[in-house]
């Protein structure tokens, strides 16, 4: 079953901790995408990666990081530098011609 | 830097009813433009980009350069179009999409 898979579903943090949301696809897409999605705000880009071992900031990095150490995989870190990082988290992936963008389920993190 | 706007957050038509969910954007080259669908408890997923000129699901969008507009338009709604869309733009540059805030559309029967 091909796809883009997000882990885990519902994520609680306790405030100050690090959290990592995980982002798998089996789709052999080379760019990969996490976005933040508030009530009232859509979707705003946080960091993307258009090749393994390389990946850029998007429009809101401040307090996540990422890793692409595998074409499968962008795992995203909220790290306890992030100010609000209560919020509903999308990765997708798409080929490197951009022509379609594939999204995960979503990841909810509350932090409390 | 480019911008999307869709000054809607909610748009409430009957069934058969004629829909434009609007979007403008702002964008200094030559933009791509893409509407995203989300229904309830499922993924977003792309409903119809510009390039293709296509119509999807009943839905068309004509890109207006002069106007920057990207409007979402079907000449009867359906119940099952409920859901929220999303105007998204994608540089040349950076290749990301840029989205609006999204509209809800909600048909009542």
């Known amino acids: 079953d091909g796809g883009i898979t997000q882990s885990p579903k519902y994520l609680f943090r306790k405030e100050g901790q690090n959290v990592t949301l995980s982002c798998e696809q089996n789709?052999?897409?080379?760019?990969m995408y996490w976005y933040r999605q508030d009530p009232g705000q859509g979707l705003r880009l946080i960091y993307y990666?258009?090749?393994?071992?390389?990946?850029q900031k998007g429009d809101i990095a401040e307090g996540y990081s990422v890793s692409r150490e595998k074409k499968e995989s962008f795992p995203l870190t909220v790290t306890s530098a992030q100010k609000n990082p209560t919020a509903f988290y999308l990765c997708a992936s798409s080929t490197t011609m951009n022509t379609e963008a594939f999204f995960g389920q979503g990841t909810r993190l509350t932090v409390v | 830097a480019q911008r999307v706007t869709q000054p809607e957050k909610l748009l409430s038509v009957f069934k058969g009813a004629p829909v434009e969910l609007k979007c403008n954007y702002s964008y200094s080259g030559s933009p791509e433009l893409f509407w995203y669908v989300q229904y309830s408890r499922q993924r977003l997923q792309l409903l119809l980009r510009h390039i293709s000129r296509e119509s999807i699901k009943g839905f068309t969008a004509d890109l207006n350069k002069g106007e920057t507009s990207f409007h979402l338009k079907k000449p009867f709604a359906q119940e099952e179009d409920s859901a929220m869309y999303y105007c998204?733009?994608?540089?040349?540059?950076?290749?990301?999409?840029?989205f609006g805030s999204g509209t809800r559309l909600q048909v009542q029967p």
């Open positions: 789709l052999n897409h080379d760019a």
């Open positions: 990666s258009q090749i393994v071992n390389d990946f």
């Open positions: 998204a733009l994608r540089d040349t540059g950076r290749r990301a999409l840029t």
